[in-house]
């Protein structure tokens, strides 16, 4: 993170103190050096190509468990990352099997099997500022807050453990609506529909491939 000068806006200078102050706990839990002004964080955005609700602006903030279980996540795309993934969401943020599996069903489509680093239309990187990103292909806005976000705590955009301790910032902070919508859901089926549309708000549904792989994930969980 860089350094404020003395020419700063005072306004925006206090605006990004303002987000350090919400991201010192996280910075502490994981260990890592505390600067002493944050870079500018991003506010709206959608994934999937999709508008999210207006008005809000994510804190820079984290769970320290959550944070713990990121840090030991397989970057390897794979089925096995896809269980991993939703073990630690029912550890992390109380969700039944049924629930996580729905979720990470579309965390599976969207990312073609929990690539970390991959862009939309499959190439594999650094995010090309156009089109979805990582496993939710978080786009616009929101993927500049995801890099904000991975890069003010030291990750790596293109790891595991950023692209987690994201989807447990956002479903605790700004998109919260979409973790209680998806907690009302008792199948996978209709975690995974449910969590598309909240969560997702995806113009092409693919309903059936977010499905197939939560329930595929499912039978992974026992």
């Known amino acids: 993170m860089q350094r404020m000068n003395q020419a700063t806006d005072p306004a925006l200078k206090q605006h990004y103190q303002s987000e350090l102050d919400v991201m010192k706990p996280t910075l502490q839990a994981m260990g890592l050096p505390i600067p002493d002004a944050a870079g500018g964080g991003g506010a709206h955005g959608h994934v999937s190509h999709c508008n999210t609700p207006s008005g809000q602006h994510p804190q820079q903030a984290g769970s320290p468990s959550a944070a713990a279980s990121g840090s030991s996540l397989s970057d390897a795309p794979g089925m096995g990352t896809a269980t991993q993934v939703a073990q630690a969401l029912m550890k992390d943020l109380g969700l039944t099997k049924e629930q996580a599996a729905g979720l990470v069903g579309n965390l599976y489509h969207e990312s073609g099997g929990m690539n970390p680093n991959i862009n939309e239309g499959g190439a594999l990187g650094a995010p090309r500022g156009v089109g ?22 030291g990750m790596d955009p293109g790891s595991a453990q950023a ?58 969980l026992g």
């Open 132 to 153: 979805g990103y990582g496993w939710a292909q978080w786009t616009g806005a929101r993927q500049q807050a995801y890099l904000n976000f991975a890069r003010q705590g």
């Open 163 to 220: 692209n987690y301790a994201f989807l447990i910032h956002e479903l605790t902070t700004s998109e919260s609506s979409a973790l209680s919508a998806l907690k009302s859901s008792s199948t996978a089926t209709d975690a995974a529909t449910v969590f598309r549309t909240t969560y997702e708000r995806a113009e092409v549904p693919a309903d059936a491939s977010r499905i197939a792989a939560a329930n595929n994930i499912l039978e992974t």
